[in-house]
């Protein structure tokens, strides 16, 4: 869901998307992708002459396909994926081994299935303009047959999403202005979250932002400069400042700390400054590469190239190096004492074998589904694994030839393991898919319990009826509390950033944490019942690592770092 979407409808209501729902625009000389997220980026259309351009501000590429009038776009990144089109409809998604997603739509050019080649897909149903189901489909003799019903949809009068449902019967619930900008999302589990807006439609902008449990209440202050106030319920407040192209550039934390950013023309990041003042410097290729990173306090590292991808990653006099197929996977490592470890795939990119530098080999094995069925250890023990027609894994053989088995729910929750023994270890869950149940091999049960709506445990009841409380009085539901079987309680307390500032034991005595603006400790102070303290004090560079550490008693260890760091 996205404000910024309020006005489109792609079939699921609107203002909501899916990871389907990409198009391009035509606009004379000019082609625009519009991706599943609103994002809209540029491209001059391509041609013969110019057939692959890239945009380095998004770090994407258009490029002329091998179909006639077929363009495929792609975003900079580990993992190529590669969304192709016709007509300005997304058609397939491909990556760099030539593995395809399908997409096929129906006469009114919707998305009706997504098809993976290997006999099975989903199937996208509608009720006139809007989607209602999705299906998982397996692929039999006499045609597609439906293994399940993954998730339904349905719509109030005014076409917005009213609900969604899993596939047992779990749902949540949205409720919207007139505009169709959301109001509150009610959880399964009865949990709800409420947006306060300014502005309106595509324009709106949050003003607070609460749940039905007390610890969430946050607003926002927007001034005209870029700024935006954030005031948590236990008072704190963060502040967020992005330029002209919604690029952070300041961000002042909760203790006070402040985080600068500044970019280049091409609005790269070219600089960062630490609450304590520390800088780091990026630089960059022509084409938008970083090339160097320029630490505070320590040695610089470079970065190599070739064919597009990572080469070498150099810091002083260490080297590691990358060696790659040309589909862009690394098929060799050295790292900088020499020790060399091989990789090889299959033509689909599966891994099949990794060989170490003592020349010990790990092999895998994988099925047309490419699911992992066999696994070579590199002491020639071999594990073998199946699964059932969801994917999901049911038996694990070990290398003794020992079975273990899973069972599962519909939505893919364990609910009980078979171990070789015969015995059994089942679970059940709660609306958020949190335990609530667990019976171990004995058949003893503990059971789990959740207060406020909350997808945090509350309590832990033991076999033996004894329990063990929580609770979770921080604006950023942090543990404050564990209540232990005896009655006995151990606190947390925390600093505005989230970290641990006092923990008081069972025993009663304190423990209190001192941070520098970076959120690294600098001392640790122990409290003893009569009244002492004992206190551990911490140097660090800039960079944060530990360079001395004073004992209570005045010991002082000292820490230095090899060419690794």
């Not at 190096?321 to 299959?346: I, K, L, S």
Request: glycine share 8%; aromatic share 10%.
């Amino acid at each position: 869901y996205r404000t910024s979407a309020v006005e489109i409808d792609v079939g699921l209501g609107f203002g909501w998307s899916h990871s389907l729902a990409h198009r391009l625009e035509f606009d004379g000389e000019a082609v625009v992708w519009v991706d599943h997220e609103n994002r809209r980026t540029r491209f001059p259309l391509p041609s013969v002459e110019r057939p692959q351009i890239h945009n380095s501000l998004s770090r994407a590429a258009i490029f002329l396909g091998e179909e006639p009038e077929e363009l495929i776009l792609a975003l900079a990144g580990d993992t190529a994926r590669f969304y192709h089109f016709r007509a300005g409809r997304l058609v397939a998604i491909s990556d760099a081994y030539g593995n395809r997603l399908t997409v096929h739509r129906d006469f009114s050019e919707r998305v009706q299935r997504l098809d993976n080649g290997a006999g099975r897909s989903l199937l996208l149903r509608y009720d006139r303009a809007h989607l209602v189901a999705v299906d998982y489909q397996v692929l039999e003799a006499d045609g597609w047959r439906t293994e399940q019903t993954l998730v339904s949809y349905c719509y109030d009068a005014r076409q917005r999403l009213l609900a969604a449902t899993n596939a047992v019967g779990d749902s949540e619930r949205y409720d919207y202005d007139d505009q169709h900008v959301i109001l509150q999302r009610q959880l399964t589990g009865g949990a709800s979250f409420f947006w306060e807006w300014e502005r309106s439609g595509k324009a709106a902008r949050c003003v607070r932002h609460w749940a039905s449990f007390a610890q969430m209440d946050t607003r926002y202050v927007w001034a005209d400069d870029g700024s935006v106030a954030v005031h948590y319920v236990d008072g704190s407040e963060e502040t967020y400042v992005h330029d002209d192209s919604a690029r952070l550039v300041r961000k002042v934390e909760a203790d006070g700390g402040e985080h600068l950013k500044a970019y280049d023309d091409q609005g790269r990041l070219i600089a960062e400054q630490d609450p304590l003042g520390a800088v780091t410097e990026y630089r960059y290729d022509d084409i938008g590469r970083l090339i160097a990173l320029l630490p505070p306090d320590d040695e610089p590292t470079s970065y190599e190239y070739r064919n597009g991808f990572l080469h070498s990653r150099s810091r002083g006099e260490a080297v590691w190096t990358f060696r790659r197929n040309a589909e862009g996977d690394v098929t060799e490592t050295v790292d900088p004492d020499g020790q060399v470890t091989h990789y090889y795939y299959d033509t689909r990119g599966q891994l099949l074998s990794i060989r170490y530098p003592d020349s010990s080999r790990h092999k895998l094995s994988w099925n047309d589904l490419g699911q992992l069925i066999e696994e070579t250890l590199p002491d020639g023990g071999v594990r073998r694994f199946s699964y059932d027609e969801r994917g999901r894994r049911t038996t694990t053989c070990d290398e003794y030839g020992a079975i273990t088995r899973q069972q599962w729910d519909a939505v893919g929750r364990l609910v009980q393991t078979t171990f070789p023994t015969g015995a059994t270890r089942a679970y059940s869950y709660g609306a958020y898919g949190q335990v609530t149940a667990e019976r171990d091999e004995l058949g003893r049960i503990t059971r789990y319990e959740y207060d406020d709506d909350l997808h945090l445990v509350s309590r832990k009841i033991n076999p033996d009826g004894t329990r063990v409380q929580y609770r979770y009085d921080h604006a950023q539901l942090l543990l404050t509390e564990i209540e232990n079987e005896s009655g006995e309680k151990y606190r947390l307390d925390y600093t505005p950033t989230g970290l641990i500032r006092q923990e008081t034991g069972v025993d009663g005595r304190r423990t209190a944490y001192a941070y520098d603006r970076n959120g690294h400790l600098l001392e640790k102070t122990e409290f003893g019942d009569d009244g002492s303290t004992l206190v551990t004090a911490y140097a660090r560079d800039a960079a944060g690592r530990l360079l001395l550490k004073t004992l209570p008693d005045g010991v002082e260890v000292a820490y230095t770092y090899d060419r690794l760091g």
